[in-house]
């Protein structure tokens, strides 16, 4: 009995050294991973259908004799082939079709389809349909479902589908090891992996298709759970590799803390002060932090992270402050320079549109160690920046910060400066609360703190629905706050990545409003005005000069005007709920009531009603953020979508949330052997390089 896990694909009839390559693209080198590249769908062959009884939009196989084949020329030209059985004729319609595909539909053949049946101008027909020549002794129907599976360039289905019948011969000899000890699966999920495996590779005929297709069959169920529960513990190993690396202690400089605090206008919320413990103690161990803080839109985490840069100021080291945008960037930077400079701290700004004598001599003064506190956007880990003795990173607004780049930064922060193979400290902060069991399993490698407390003397922020139908109404209620002495966003969003065309949405927007509201003064930022220009509107509008700012979404994050009291978000729907509270948190920062409008496109789908919805009766981010995962799922919350982490083969976080529970009680059991982990990991990970690094 061979182990299958060390078994090279080599050893499969029919695969050389050169189509192990094509296979090392699907990340499969050895037999087990042939194994665990599971189909993505089904189609059922197994039974051939009536032609007059093909339903549209549902795959089926047909079998009929050829009545005609002819070129027709409509719009586009097509080869039509009349195929008739004892129930009914259709059309198979071909828009590519070569002379030899042509003539082997000669009249009297006989052959069988597959494909979907749609409606085309008569009737049901099957566009370009896999066809195959039934001689006088007709083929048998295959006798389970036939898989389809995730392929790259240079492997057909059928290819890989014979590959998988012989590993599955290999399989039943008994070649994958049961990992999982079986006393520690539930009752419901004690499904022998092997059985498994079988399974889903060639379901029987009559196997539920549409159970297989929800993810949902106890056999999908087994798998899924494994795999979770290798991701978790892979971050459990990620999170054991970094407490085995050095980092510099951070003692706190109680002086200077003294000193910092006593300038402050306000005192420190008990939330706060918590999670300031926190992190001092952390920063106190000689071991990388790596530490997520989350705290809803204007819970103050700013100040947080300023308490945390002067335990590395402190003790003479350097600190950065990362921001997603370049707005935010040289809003901390100002922040940063008005708290820190009064106590003899010199402050850098480092973005990627700096001209480049300033950039030389910021990049001089980082390098000098010069500036103790270095904030910048994405500009500060491009190569060229040498960083003197960092100790900290603060990365704010990340929740999108995936384990592939807490790991990068890492190796950056350390190759850029740090002293001897110290590694800098890492502080991630996020407004986006992320639900409990998702952070338990996304970021199972970072410690958590939550500001769970917002500054006294808050307003809630009343947030309404008006539909665009009524813009007249919302303009009118802008120029009545207006003339009330205060200050609005009006924001637009477009679905569009695309930087110039949000722009000039906005541009439209801000001309549109001009005509109509007399004696507002109205300004506009977006993406594509120059840093200076966007700093000298962000200055006017927080200086009162202007009334109304016309935005696009860059002022989505940690924008602070305490006088702004109305945001109108147009077409709310496009977005989704997390950031649509991140962007109603720029109002309500002050004391004067505030208010919130959602103006949406008619007609609104159900689910974008009931987001809305869920937006206007909650306050509290992490409740929006358990809607936002029951209607949108984990893919948009931690942005996967963007940073293309966590690809499972099998397992959907959402889907499988309930699992999750599980996987942590699994991880958590002593009975589960550190070379049990190992094989785990390496049979769900293998060949994924952001965990070969860990
Ligand atoms: P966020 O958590 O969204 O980043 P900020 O750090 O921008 O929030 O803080 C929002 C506002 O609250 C800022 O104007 C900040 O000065 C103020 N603030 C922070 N902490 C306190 C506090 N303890 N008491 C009063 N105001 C505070
Ligand atoms: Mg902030």
Known sequence: MSNLAELSVTALK????????????????????????????????????????????????????????????????????????????????????????????????RLRCYGEARRGAAGLELYHPETELVDTEAPATPETLTPVYPLTEGVSQARLRGL???????LNEGGVS??????????????????????????????DLAQLAAGVHPAQQRLALEELLAHHLSLLELRKSSSAIAAPPLPANEALERDFLARLPFALTGAQQRVCAEI???????????????????????????????????????????????????????NFSAWLEPLGISVALLTGSLKAAERRSQLAAVASGAAQLVVGTHALFQPEVVF??????????????????????????????????????????????IPRTLAMSAFADLDCSVIDELPPGRQPINTVAISNDRRDQVMERVQGAVADGRQAYWVCTLIEESESLQAQAAETTASELAKVLQGVRIALVHGRLKPDEKERVMNAFKAGDVDLLVATTVIEVGVDVPNASLMIIENPERLGLAQLHQLRGRVGRGSIASHCVLLYGTPLSQNGRARLQALRQHSDGFAIAEEDLRLRGPGEILGTRQTGEIQHRIADLQRDAQLLPQVQRIAASPSLGADLRHQLIARWLQNKPRFAEA
Do not use: C
């Open 14 to 109: 029919g695969v050389g050294d050169k189509f192990a390559e094509v296979l090392a693209k699907l990340h499969i080198a050895t037999v087990q991973d042939l194994l665990f590249h599971l189909p993505l769908r089904y189609q059922d062959r197994t039974r051939i259908t009536p032609i007059a009884a093909l339903l549209p939009g549902v795959d089926a196989v047909i079998e009929g004799e050829v009545r005609a084949a002819d070129v027709v020329f409509g719009r586009r030209r097509s080869l039509i082939v009349r195929l008739q059985d004892g129930s009914g004729t259709i059309s198979l319609r071909y828009f590519h079709f070569t002379a030899a595909q042509k003539s082997r539909f000669a009249r009297g053949a």
């Open 164 to 170: 998988v019948q012989q590993a599955l011969a290999l």
């Open 178 to 207: 049961e990992l999982l000890p079986t006393e520690l699966l539930p009752q419901s999920m004690r499904y022998p992996l092997g059985a498994a495996l079988q399974y889903l590779h060639s379901p029987p005929a009559g196997a």
């Open 388 to 433: 003197h003795n960092l100790a900290l990173v603060i990365i704010d607004e990340q929740h999108r910060f995936g384990v592939r780049q807490r790991l990068e930064l890492r190796e950056k922060g350390a190759a850029s400066g740090a002293t001897g193979r110290l590694q800098p400290h890492q502080l991630i902060m996020t407004a986006t609360p």
């Open 280 to 334: 001092a103690a952390d920063l106190a161990r000689g071991r990388p932090m790596m530490r997520l803080l989350q705290g809803d839109v204007g819970a103050g985490k700013t100040l947080v992270a300023a308490l945390a840069a002067l335990k590395g100021i402190g003790a003479g080291a350097q600190v950065a402050v990362m921001a997603p945008t370049e707005i935010l960037a040289e809003q901390h930077r100002r």
